[in-house]
């Protein structure tokens, strides 16, 4: 890839103003440095914007500084899964058995086989098992085995999280509603009802590898152990009020998987075992096949919902292709990305640890994101892929009808916050850009208790966002052609 110049400002204009009124004049006239100072952020802000068609850098801060991406991460891994993949890739989660089928019973065991699906579902194993069914199988003499081998075996994407955090789950080659498990909880009297269940959009299944009881104390709100096999959790009773549901992430997610298809197999008249684990897949015959839709689709959803497993179940299953093997982990995988955007696109300051962003080790400088984004757009059409990113107006209301249209990549960490994406201006003139902003020190000083709704962080990330609408507001006028 040619290297871009180092910068080329281009002097203050007005072209084509947004009607937005005397006061957004005066904004888009001020300084970026002053807006930066604005914003009260503390730590480091930087940011890179050039034109999309030419790479000319318009605009630079602190570009070269290398900062946590957050989830704008996921551009990159999306492009990485893309280019190695490929777009119409599909994920194939199997039933297969061994000893073979003699009038309706396997001679050996069954084993539900996953192959890395970040979405795989509960209605997608509801359907796996009547395929069992339609098989002709009744029963089955051996075990009921699960096998998530496809992809190494991760207990959370990132040890600093609040065990009970649900974007940060397990990971594996099986994988079963974002490995997340739905807790609901009704008061009655003086008692609580609760359960834990597999939930999907048209099934309830009650799980028994995940146990919660309720307990007299005030803090911590939840305690995870692991206990005989099982997620064992426990949460204050005087946390919970009269009654609400949150997912919580899913520590040991073949065995969670295997837990829901037990039920629906029996729904099918077909009795299977608990199911355990086993860590190579056995030879067998496939009986019946789930396959996800294709990666294309399911990059989409991932940029829009930023959806921590499947960035790392894809990324995963990249490294896996590229180089032939399954790599050793999380850190091993993301760094035989940063290889490949070294390679293809000439970045020296990406050093990611995993694939989510969700680490806040991982590090990239805002012009290498913005000079990927660019080859991306170019190359893989990535900008199709990317939400809309909404202008809103003092009281945070979305303003519609902005004549200025962003399809970007958010990202959000206690303090840390990135914007990265596209620009379309009226006049046809597209910008590329990346917006990094990070209060690291502040981010140091949180227990790991707090990292969910840490005091502050509201606040602060909402004065993030107005910076970076006031930097894309003030660059669509200053640089409309």
Same mark, same amino acid.
């Not at 605009?59 to 989830?71: D, I, N, R, T």
């Not at 039933?95 to 996953?114: E, F, H, P, R, S």
């Given at each position: 890839?040619?290297?871009?110049?180092?910068?080329?400002?281009?002097?203050?204009?007005?072209?084509?103003?947004?009607?937005?009124?005397?006061?957004?004049?005066?904004?888009?006239?001020?300084?970026?440095?002053?807006?930066?100072?604005?914003?009260?952020?503390?730590?480091?802000?930087?940011?890179?914007?050039?034109?999309?068609?030419?790479?000319?850098?318009?605009?630079?801060?602190?570009?070269?500084?290398?900062?946590?991406?957050?989830?704008?991460?996921?551009?990159?891994?999306?492009?990485?899964?893309?280019?190695?993949?490929?777009?119409?890739?599909?994920?194939?989660?199997?039933?297969?058995?061994?000893?073979?089928?003699?009038?309706?019973?396997?001679?050996?065991?069954?084993?539900?086989?996953?192959?890395?699906?970040?979405?795989?579902?509960?209605? =997608?194993?509801? &359907?796996?098992? %009547?395929?069992?069914?339609?098989?002709? #199988?009744?029963?089955?003499? !051996? +075990?009921?085995?699960? $096998?998530?081998?496809?992809?190494?075996?991760?207990?959370?994407?990132?040890?600093?999280?609040?065990?009970?955090?649900?974007?940060?789950?397990?990971?594996?080659?099986?994988?079963?509603?974002?490995?997340?498990?739905?807790?609901?909880?009704?008061?009655?009297?003086?008692?609580?009802?609760?359960?834990?269940?597999?939930?999907?959009?048209?099934?309830?299944?009650?799980?028994?590898? =995940?146990?919660? &009881?309720?307990? %007299?104390?005030?803090?911590?709100?939840? #305690?995870?152990?692991?206990? !005989? +096999?099982?997620?064992? $959790?426990?949460?204050?009773?005087?946390?919970?009020?009269?009654?609400?549901?949150?997912?919580?992430?899913?520590?040991?997610?073949?065995?969670?998987?295997?837990?829901?298809?037990?039920?629906?197999?029996?729904?099918?008249?077909?009795?299977?075992?608990?199911?355990?684990?086993?860590?190579?897949?056995?030879?067998?015959?496939?009986?019946?096949?789930?396959?996800?839709?294709?990666?294309?689709?399911?990059?989409?959803?991932?940029?829009?919902?930023?959806?921590?497993?499947?960035?790392?179940?894809? +990324?995963?299953?990249?490294?896996?292709?590229?180089?032939?093997?399954?790599?050793?982990?999380?850190?091993?995988?993301?760094?035989?990305?940063?290889?490949?955007?070294?390679?293809?696109?000439?970045?020296?300051?990406?050093?990611?640890?995993?694939?989510?962003?969700?680490?806040?080790?991982?590090?990239?400088?805002?012009?290498?994101?913005?000079?990927?984004?660019?080859?991306?757009?170019?190359?893989?059409?990535?900008?199709?892929?990317?939400?809309?990113?909404?202008?809103?107006?003092?009281?945070?209301?979305?303003?519609?009808?902005?004549?200025?249209?962003?399809?970007?990549?958010?990202?959000?960490?206690?303090?840390?916050?990135?914007?990265?994406?596209?620009?379309?201006?009226?006049?046809?003139?597209?910008?590329?850009?990346?917006?990094?902003?990070?209060?690291?020190?502040?981010?140091?000083?949180?227990?790991?208790?707090?990292?969910?709704?840490?005091?502050?962080?509201?606040?602060?990330?909402?004065?993030?966002?107005?910076?970076?609408?006031?930097?894309?507001?003030?660059?669509?006028?200053?640089?409309?052609?």
């Amino acid at each position: 890839m040619s290297a871009l110049p180092a910068c080329a400002n281009a002097p203050e204009r007005s072209l084509r103003p947004i009607e937005r009124g005397a006061g957004f004049l005066k904004q888009i006239q001020t300084p970026a440095e002053a807006l930066i100072s604005r914003a009260k952020l503390g730590g480091d802000v930087a940011f890179c914007v050039a034109d999309a068609r030419t790479g000319n850098i318009l605009e630079e801060y602190k570009a070269g500084l290398k900062q946590p991406p957050a989830s704008v991460a996921k551009a990159l891994t999306a492009a990485y899964a893309l280019d190695v993949l490929g777009a119409n890739h599909q994920f194939e989660t199997r039933v297969v058995v061994t000893g073979g089928v003699k009038n309706g019973v396997v001679q050996g065991d069954l084993i539900l086989a996953g192959g890395g699906d970040p979405t795989l579902d509960t209605d =997608a194993l509801a &359907a796996l098992a %009547a395929k069992v069914k339609a098989a002709g #199988i009744t029963s089955v003499k !051996g +075990g009921f085995k699960v $096998w998530g081998g496809a992809l190494p075996s991760v207990r959370t994407i990132d040890t600093g999280q609040p065990d009970h955090v649900g974007y940060s789950p397990a990971v594996s080659g099986l994988n079963l509603n974002f490995n997340r498990v739905h807790f609901e909880w009704r008061r009655s009297g003086g008692q609580y009802t609760v359960t834990m269940e597999g939930r999907s959009e048209k099934h309830r299944p009650a799980v028994k590898f =995940a146990r919660m &009881a309720v307990e %007299a104390r005030s803090l911590p709100v939840y #305690i995870y152990k692991d206990r !005989g +096999g099982r997620d064992e $959790w426990s949460v204050a009773r005087g946390a919970l009020g009269n009654g609400g549901a949150r997912w919580l992430p899913v520590r040991k997610p073949e065995i969670y998987a295997g837990d829901v298809f037990q039920t629906f197999a029996r729904s099918q008249g077909i009795t299977l075992g608990a199911p355990s684990s086993v860590g190579k897949l056995p030879s067998g015959e496939t009986v019946a096949r789930h396959q996800s839709a294709p990666l294309q689709d399911i990059l989409r959803n991932m940029l829009k919902w930023s959806t921590n497993l499947t960035a790392e179940c894809v +990324g995963m299953a990249a490294t896996a292709k590229r180089s032939g093997s399954r790599p050793a982990g999380l850190k091993a995988s993301a760094k035989a990305m940063n290889g490949w955007a070294r390679d293809k696109f000439g970045l020296t300051s990406m050093s990611f640890v995993d694939h989510s962003g969700l680490g806040e080790a991982s590090r990239i400088s805002a012009t290498d994101m913005m000079r990927a984004l660019r080859a991306l757009r170019q190359e893989s059409g990535l900008k199709t892929l990317l939400k809309r990113f909404h202008f809103r107006d003092e009281q945070r209301r979305i303003l519609k009808n902005h004549p200025v249209e962003v399809h970007a990549k958010t990202g959000t960490l206690n303090f840390v916050s990135g914007l990265g994406g596209f620009v379309d201006l009226p006049d046809g003139t597209e910008l590329v850009f990346a917006i990094f902003a990070a209060n690291m020190k502040q981010r140091a000083g949180l227990g790991k208790d707090d990292r969910e709704r840490p005091p502050g962080g509201a606040s602060w990330n909402r004065r993030a966002k107005t910076l970076q609408q006031a930097l894309i507001e003030r660059w669509s006028v200053l640089y409309a052609a």
